[in-house]
């Protein structure tokens, strides 16, 4: 391939190829290889709509971008229908770019728009040099801002916190302070870093954030929606710091602002609710989590139909409900309640069964919450003594954990309990293999936390170390 460019490059014919054609030429066809592409012969317009495509992430760019922006003002460079067409034609035409007509129904709008975001964060990284001498403009850290939400919500949180990191820089270095954006991203960052393991930075990014909006709702003399969220947000962080003196009134404060709002969409109490449902549960309060969590559940059945597929804050609430029933169930078999006991069981087992769907169906199967589920029913499967089944979903989470740096902990924990799993089903290559995932886990749990080397660690060690969502 050197050796042919080489020649190519240096061959007088070359030249040749790249001049414009002799009279002869233009009068059969009019241009050489080199000029079909000509971009001096395109009109203003068609060369201004070439100059944005390249800005685009070529495969699928959407006419809708350009048939109906949201106008402003301030504007000019928007297109009318005539406009577009004529240079779309054009380029069309000189066989520039090419046309794949698609029903608009295809994607939704986030999930069309994505990969433009994506292509603009490759072209600031690739030019970020020769952006420095460009004023920052707003508009494309809150795009970047959208992205990383967008990302966020499809399970893909740490690839999100690249595009934040990058608007947060934007903002700094252009001065940009102004409200609601900061608060936003740093609310974003927030929830980003609690889905990622990083409690530090979850507590640095919500206490920035809460600061903010608290002052923001002082200017304004009335709390807002916002403010509720950076409350509950600062309920998360100290949980996952296990404050839990600090967590329940953030989460209760949440609650009441909530209510305090005319007019709320009763799907905004579906995150801050079950939050609080989760910490009455990791602090032993079980019937006040059960009938939280219950409540809750009933409030979006009624609302948006059983196992529905709008948000995966539905399967968040099974997972938690499911675990305060088990919870429950545990306590009943200390107390020798055996009946009352396996009525709980096999109640924590449907809900989790339903959780499982539902966030297969909201998320998909390879999401990271998914993988949550999976454990859980490898949980009950092993109490049931179906041993199968209950490996089947150790595999499918520890496949869905694989080797991600911010997923150590849930794979430590999955790990040991396949390995303690595979030593109680008995058999010599059982016990083997048992124990290399049980080391797996204790190599894993060291990196996350320091160890007590003499120590022998049980169920509970693994279960310190996951987000209280996520046990």
């Known amino acids: 391939m050197r050796e042919f460019v080489q020649l190519y490059n240096t061959d007088a014919r070359y030249v040749q190829l790249r001049e414009d054609a002799p009279p002869s030429q ?127 919500e499809r399970g893909f949180s740490q690839e999100g916190k690249l595009y934040l ?66 409350h509950s947000q600062m309920g998360i962080a100290y949980m996952m710091i296990k404050k839990f003196a600090k967590v329940t009134e953030y989460f209760k404060q949440c609650d009441l602002m909530l209510k305090s709002l005319p007019d709320l969409d009763a799907d905004e109490f579906g995150f ?59 306590e009943a078999a200390k107390r020798g309640d055996d009946q009352t006991a396996q009525r709980l069981y096999d109640e924590s087992f449907v809900i989790h069964t339903n959780c499982l769907a539902q966030y297969e169906s909201t998320l998909g199967k390879f999401n990271h919450r998914t993988a949550d589920a999976c454990h859980k029913l490898a949980e009950h499967h092993i109490r ?13 989470a520890l496949g869905i954990w694989v080797d991600r740096s911010w997923f150590k902990n849930e794979s430590a924990r999955t790990s040991f309990l396949r390995g303690k799993h595979l030593q109680q089903m008995g058999g010599r290559e059982n016990f083997e293999n048992g124990s290399r995932w ?15 080397d003499d120590k022998e660690l049980d169920t509970q060690d693994f279960d310190d170390l996951i987000c209280f969502w996520s046990i």
């Not at 380029?91 to 939704?108: F, V």
């Open 165 to 230: 990191k990058l608007s947060l820089k934007l903002c700094e270095r252009g001065s940009i302070a102004h409200e609601p954006l900061i608060s936003d991203m740093h609310l974003t960052m927030g929830a980003l870093c609690n889905e990622t393991n990083d409690a530090k930075g979850c507590l640095e990014h919500n206490i920035l954030c809460l600061a903010k909006r608290k002052e923001h709702a002082e200017q304004t003399g009335k709390p807002d929606l916002r403010l509720a969220f950076a």
């Open 272 to 330: 801050p609710v079950c939050n609080l449902g989760l910490a009455y549960w990791v602090q032993g309060e079980l019937e006040e989590a059960d009938k939280t969590l219950t409540d809750l559940l009933a409030q979006r059945e009624k609302r948006h139909g059983k196992l529905d597929r709008v948000s995966y804050k539905t399967g968040r609430v099974l997972q938690a409900l499911g675990n305060v029933r088990s919870s429950k169930a545990a």
């Open 26 to 152: 233009q009068y059969r066809y009019g241009l050489t290889l080199a000029t079909t592409w000509s971009f001096r012969s395109l009109t203003s317009t068609a060369r201004r709509l070439l100059e944005i495509l390249s800005l685009l992430n070529p495969d699928r760019i959407q006419e809708d971008i350009f048939r109906n922006p949201e106008k402003k003002n301030d504007t000019t460079w928007f297109w009318d229908a005539d406009t577009f067409v004529h240079a779309r034609s054009e380029l069309l035409n000189s066989s520039i770019i090419k046309r794949d007509i698609q029903a608009s129904q295809r994607w939704p709008l986030c999930e069309r728009l994505l990969p433009h975001l994506e292509r603009a964060y490759k072209l600031w990284l690739e030019y970020s040099k020769a952006w420095e001498s460009y004023p920052v403009d707003e508009v494309l850290p809150s795009l970047m801002n959208e992205a990383a939400v967008y990302l966020h």
């Open 384 to 396: 049931k003594g179906k041993d199968d089944v209950a490996q089947y979903y150790l595999d499918r």
């Open 438 to 452: 049980i080391q797996r886990a204790i190599v894993l749990r060291r990196e996350v936390v320091v160890s007590d």
